[in-house]
């Protein structure tokens, strides 16, 4: 497996195997792998020669007051895992090699990245579609992995590629979860033993959502309160938003026609956790 630094580097690998006909798939990640985003490097590496996974904490998606500075780090675990299920390539750069002195250039997507995790951290979806359009251009892959658990920034994502002719197919890649049902993600981290327990009320939140749904309610004001009401019989809940919008618009819904996106974003103490489903009418 390959470690490149710089944006360089990447190019020549990149460029060596386009020459062989091979098939690029790429994992954009911040590091600190999981089971979830071993999920998508297996995927990509079972529908591609060649995967590639960058690993970069992007500064330009935080907000002033967020945990830029104690996000969790670990890139010898990172190699490991990326190794281990199948990677070519780790592009790791330093912060300075995609944003040099002088950067001024942002993509900016309107409409998806309004509301939910948009409307709670104003700029982030800049600073998401930024990296990521840099990405595909250093990367130049055929299929992109992306996990579900990022909801709307999946939708984003596919609006962005579409909008901006990247020729890179998006794949959305299931929620990896505990076996007790919470999200796999870095910042679980964060927490504490009694948080952790605490944290399971997102997915229980959800799961009372979904049982609604299943038993044929269509109006999403009840299930959103339900939700909300499950997710605050934890004491140490706070409630950011709990959303049910279009999965590909983002836009909210009154009423459940074909598909509904229910996701939610919740603190736990000072960790903000976001989880959701999608239900698709059969
Ligand atoms: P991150 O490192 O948090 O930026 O995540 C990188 C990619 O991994 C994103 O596409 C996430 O949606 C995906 N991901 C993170 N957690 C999970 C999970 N529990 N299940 C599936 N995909 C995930």
Redesign the pocket.
């Known amino acids: 497996m390959n470690i490149a630094k710089t944006i360089k580097e990447t190019r020549q690998i990149v460029q060596q195997w386009k020459n062989e006909n091979l098939t690029i798939g790429f994992v954009?990640?911040?590091?600190y792998l999981h089971e979830?985003?071993a999920?998508?490097i297996r995927r990509a590496a079972e529908e591609n020669d060649r995967v590639v996974v960058s690993v970069f904490v992007n500064p330009i998606q935080f907000g002033p007051s967020e945990d830029l500075d104690k996000y969790p780090r670990d890139i010898e675990m990172d190699k490991r895992i990326c190794e281990a299920n199948g990677a070519h390539l780790i592009f790791v750069p330093g912060v300075d090699e995609l944003y040099p002195f002088g950067f001024s250039t942002y993509v900016d997507v309107e409409g998806t990245s309004k509301g939910l995790c948009g409307g709670s951290r104003p700029g982030h979806f800049r600073g998401v579609c930024t990296v990521v359009a840099k990405l595909f251009h250093i990367v130049q892959p055929d299929s992109a992995f992306?996990?579900m658990?990022?909801a709307q920034?999946l939708a984003v994502i596919r609006r962005m590629t579409e909008d901006l002719c990247f020729p890179v197919r998006i794949v959305g890649?299931p929620?990896?979860r505990e076996s007790d049902g919470l999200?796999?993600?870095?910042r679980n981290n964060y927490l504490n033993d009694v948080e952790r327990k605490a944290a399971l009320c997102l997915s229980q939140g959800l799961d009372e959502g979904l049982r609604l749904i299943e038993n044929g309610e269509r109006n999403t004001h009840v299930i959103k309160s339900a939700v909300r009401k499950k997710i605050e019989q934890e004491p140490l809940a706070r409630v950011d938003y709990v959303e049910a919008v279009d999965p590909n618009t983002i836009q909210g819904i009154d009423y459940i026609k074909e598909s509904i996106l229910c996701a939610v974003a919740v603190f736990i103490g000072n960790t903000r956790l976001i989880d959701n489903f999608i239900w698709e009418e059969a």
């Open positions: 954009p990640t911040m590091g979830g985003h999920s998508l992306f996990g658990k990022d920034q890649c929620i990896v999200a796999l993600s870095s």
